[in-house]
């Protein structure tokens, strides 16, 4: 099975689209950098989020979609003055859909050092099978 037809970005969900019905602290969310790979036996979801905290963090499979949220928030000491800044409060979201190929119950997710890592196991039945003539 195509890892293209099995897990991608959701690209139904713009900014526009989804801003009714979410909480508001997500209407303004930033993707994060993620790289998806494929096994015969799970997909494999690698997402960059730097200062984000496991507490901060929530990994939702619904119907067709898994959706990765977290929430940085950088520590700044009293009386602290910007005089440059890059960085952002803004939430983190991912949503990836998927056709309902995932095994849910033994999805298994890892965040160290900034890096999150989660395996995706593939049902039984799209897994690659061998038959043997007889």
Do not use: C
């Not at 929530?58 to 700044?76: A, L, P, Q």
């Not at 095994?103 to 395996?119: F, N, P, Q, W, Y």
């Not at 995706?120 to 897994?127: D, F, G, N």
Request: hydrophobic share 40%; charged share 30%.
């Amino acid at each position: 099975m195509s890892l293209i037809n099995t897990l991608i970005p959701s690209l139904a969900r713009t900014p526009a689209t989804v801003a009714a019905g979410r909480p508001a602290d997500l209407a303004n969310s930033v993707k994060p950098v993620y790289e998806i790979s494929e096994t015969t036996d799970a997909f494999g979801v690698t997402v960059q989020l730097p200062g984000v905290a496991k507490e901060d963090l929530e990994i939702m499979v619904e119907e067709s979609e898994v959706r990765i949220v977290g929430r940085r928030s950088w520590k700044r000491p009293e009386g602290w003055t910007a005089l440059h800044r890059e960085t952002t409060d803004a939430p983190y979201e991912l949503v990836l859909a998927h056709e309902n190929a995932i095994d849910t119950e033994k999805i298994v997710a890892e965040l160290r050092d900034g890096v999150l890592r989660v395996s995706l196991p593939k049902h039984e039945a799209i897994k690659p099978r061998k038959i043997t003539v007889s």
